[in-house]
């Protein structure tokens, strides 16, 4: 069955750039998302990208995809404490509509 | 604004009793659905549901039951049978069931047990 991993901790310095990464086993991914959940809150939809792109910027955000290695990542630039939250990784397959979640990346911005 | 609405916030379950999970939402979204998140574990999918009247169990839905009697609403009821509900609920929708629709989350329901 289908798989999404991601680190479970990520710890940057305020003003530097995070990346965050996922990777999934499933082949015929065709939308793969990223969300963000902030302390006793729902998940919110950051970006999202299909697997025929490469990459896909959004202000601060930056996803790139590489479908070799099926490998997707977040980069958020100059990353703010505001930006302290979970982020979950997560795939749809072609014939499907439930995404599959990852276990979500802890990521704790400090002075 | 239209969005997804969970209550209550908190809740608390006494052993032996049911209790249940409101979730609204005036997206006009066809499809909604129940997670449960542990910590460390990310989401469980309990039950979903593409349209009114039907819903199907999803990886974890031993101890719950769901109905979808309106469009805009999917209540969630944890079972004296789920013998450990503490846990974060979040209830979800999709405009429909394609691929390209993102869900939306409400803000999630705490259950804990007295």
């Known amino acids: 069955g289908e798989d999404v991993e991601q680190s479970l901790f990520l710890s940057v310095r305020e003003g530097d750039s995070s990346v965050i990464n996922c990777t999934y086993t499933?082949?015929?991914?065709?939308?793969l998302y990223w969300y963000k959940q902030e302390p006793g809150a729902g998940l919110q939809l950051l970006t999202y990208?299909?697997?025929?792109?490469d990459m896909k910027q959004d202000q601060r955000l930056t996803v790139l995809l590489n479908k070799k290695d099926k490998h997707l990542s977040l980069r958020i630039a100059d990353t703010q404490t505001g930006d302290s939250a979970i982020y979950f990784c997560?795939?749809?397959?072609?014939?499907?509509?439930?995404?599959?979640f990852g276990r979500g990346t802890s990521l704790i911005v400090h002075p | 604004d239209g969005g997804i609405t969970q209550s209550p916030k908190y809740l608390f379950r006494k052993e032996g009793q049911n209790v249940t999970l409101s979730c609204e939402q005036n997206?006009?979204?066809?499809?909604m659905y129940w997670y449960r998140q542990d910590p460390g574990q990310g989401l469980r999918l309990i039950y979903y549901?593409?349209?009114?009247?039907?819903?199907q169990k999803g990886d974890i839905a031993e101890g719950y039951s769901v109905s979808r009697e309106k469009k805009e609403s999917f209540p969630l009821t944890v079972t004296s049978a789920q013998k450990n509900p503490t846990a974060f609920y979040l209830c979800?929708?999709?405009?429909?069931?394609?691929?390209?629709?993102?869900?939306?989350f409400g803000d999630g329901t705490r259950l804990s047990i007295l």
């Open positions: 979800a929708s999709s405009i429909g069931t394609a691929g390209t629709q993102p869900q939306h």
């Open positions: 499933d082949s015929s991914s065709t939308y």
């Open positions: 990208i299909f697997s025929n792109m």
């Open positions: 997560a795939e749809t397959e072609g014939g499907s509509y439930i995404p599959t």
């Open positions: 997206l006009n979204h066809d499809a």
């Open positions: 549901s593409q349209i009114v009247n039907d819903f």
